[in-house]
């Protein structure tokens, strides 16, 4: 599967961006898919998955963005959407959509378990 990220962009503190997420392919329904971050300097993290139909098709989130980001996906179109609302500065990263099928629950946040990566898009927010 091929993905295309975008929706990311300069946003002040408070604000909210919408990232998408395109996905090539006939058997998407199948992935799960997933938001990363990177910083500058630092490790790429986990900030969202929703699992595919066979995965039970639940979310999970980071701590640090639960009640302020929203993952979901439409199969039809496949596509994913990742809503950021309430941004913070440290919310500064570039994005980056993932894919991958049968993922184990202990993989879900681990970056190296996903095959498939988009080209990332970068999210600034200023204080």
């Known amino acids: 599967v091929q993905l295309q990220a975008s929706g990311g962009g300069l946003v002040q503190a408070g604000g909210s961006l919408r990232l998408s997420c395109a996905a090539s392919g006939r058997t998407f329904s199948r992935y799960d898919m997933a938001w990363f971050r990177q910083a500058p300097g630092k490790e790429r993290e986990f900030v969202a998955v929703?699992?595919?139909?066979?995965?039970?098709?639940?979310?999970y989130y980071r701590d640090s963005v639960k009640g302020r980001f929203t993952i979901s996906r439409d199969n039809a179109n496949n596509a994913v959407t990742l809503l950021m609302n309430s941004l913070k500065p440290e919310d500064t990263a570039v994005y980056y959509c993932?894919?991958?099928?049968?993922?184990?629950?202990?993989?879900?946040?681990?970056?190296?378990?996903?095959?498939?990566w988009g080209q990332g898009t970068l999210v600034t927010v200023s204080s």
């Open positions: 993932a894919a991958d099928e049968h993922l184990i629950m202990s993989s879900l946040q681990n970056a190296r378990a996903y095959d498939y």
């Open positions: 929703i699992r595919s139909g066979r995965g039970g098709g639940r979310s």
